[in-house]
């Protein structure tokens, strides 16, 4: 399997991140020298997610392999985003680990969360309150607070991106899939936000000067989703689907709503307010009683909410830029002990054996990348049509 994971030397190209970076970035010849690679977890326009285990200490990681082909002539915006990336620290928000550069690659070292998607648990609890939505959203949000407080706009919230840390009951929340949104995500304004359109504030899609405020409308829709299970815009047509969006019309529909709090209706209005201007912050959002105080139900809402979670969040995991459900199957299979995995192994059905990032040169080689949805992490600064100016 070794010749079709990427190599390089040591000698050699141009890093893109600069002198700034050489405190952080690690130079190797093979990254396998120090990680066993599981199997592929997801795979981008052109980057590939690996399950790999740290030689040293057996740990767990997820590893985002780059060509570095891929970033020619955007050296400056993988610099800053990856800058960025690495400061970025707090309890819900997955973390950038290390870096390490090949003659080829980069290889982004990433925390590794295996509690599995949000939609996943909600389906499988036996009881769900808007409680436990409450306390989902509150993580969020002081997540969101601490990227916003850092000047930096996330852009693209959506459940997909929202993890638990672990298979644990009471697992915390982790916002996940921060990439490189300068380098892979898909350029203009309207054609980023038609990646995901259901959870996309009405300025983004008008085209218009955007701020952090975008973040918190998107909090907004997955509260609404969190707590009857469908999305608040929806239509087959995208141009019907996006006049929906730039009014800002939605409802709260009988009988899916019937049982839900006064309050948890006024804490969605307040972030799904088409003004950005009028649009709650997160530190506002925090404040909510819903959120800070004791006006969320504890009446079981299971039932219905897991229903509709099924009949419209159904999807093809193998087309997502990160399986989170392999991770967990993966995690199943160490706690079972079934795991035949030892030291320096590949699990047998790994595409690793397959056409896993060649080497520059063996493009046509049958290696398949399909396009991944807008990635994320975007500065709030000049180029973004952003008053702030950045970070």
């Not at 009028?278 to 039932?303: S, V």
Request: glycine share 6%.
């Amino acid at each position: 399997m070794g010749n079709h994971f990427p190599v390089g030397d040591r000698s050699s190209s141009k890093m893109p991140l600069g002198e700034d970076g050489n405190a952080w970035k690690k130079k190797t010849s093979d990254i396998k020298e120090m990680y066993d690679f599981k199997e592929v977890l997801g795979t981008g326009a052109f980057s590939e997610v690996v399950l790999a285990e740290e030689k040293r200490t057996q740990k767990l990681v997820a590893i985002k392999c780059i060509p570095k082909k891929a970033l020619e002539g955007k050296e400056n915006s993988i610099e800053n985003e990856i800058a960025v990336l690495h400061k970025i620290k707090h309890a819900n928000i997955v973390s950038l680990e290390d870096i390490y550069e090949s003659k080829s690659h980069l290889y982004l070292v990433m925390q590794l969360v295996s509690g599995g998607e949000l939609f996943d648990r909600i389906v499988e609890k036996g009881f769900y309150t808007e409680k436990d939505a409450s306390k989902l959203i509150q993580q969020i949000l002081d997540a969101v607070k601490y990227l916003h407080d850092m000047g930096i706009v996330h852009r693209d919230l959506k459940p997909e991106n929202l993890l638990y840390y672990s298979m644990e009951e009471d697992s915390k929340i982790m916002i996940s899939d921060f990439g490189l949104s300068k380098i892979e995500g898909s350029g203009s304004v309207m054609s980023t936000a038609c990646g995901t359109p259901g959870y996309v504030a009405p300025e983004v899609l008008a085209q218009k000067p955007y701020s952090k405020a975008v973040d918190c409308w998107s909090i907004g829709v997955i509260a609404y989703i969190l707590l009857c299970g469908y999305p608040p815009f929806y239509d087959e047509n995208d141009a019907k689907l996006f006049e929906q969006i730039l009014k800002a019309e939605y409802e709260f529909d009988s009988p899916y709503w019937d049982d839900i709090s006064d309050s948890a209706k006024d804490f969605i209005v307040h972030l799904m307010e088409k003004d950005p201007r009028k649009r709650y912050t997160c530190e506002q959002a925090l404040q909510h009683p819903w959120i800070a105080g004791d006006t969320a139900l504890d009446k079981n809402i299971h039932e219905s909410v897991s229903a509709q979670i099924r009949k419209n969040f159904a999807k093809s995991k193998w087309k997502q830029a990160f399986n989170a459900t392999a991770v967990v199957r993966h995690m199943r299979r160490l706690q079972l002990g079934t795991s035949q995995e030892g030291p320096g192994q590949t699990t047998p059905t790994s595409p690793c054996h397959g056409d896993l990032l060649l080497p520059e040169g063996h493009e046509n080689s049958g290696s398949v990348y399909p396009s991944l949805p807008p990635l994320l992490l975007h500065h709030v600064c000049s180029n973004c049509h952003s008053e702030t100016g950045g970070i």
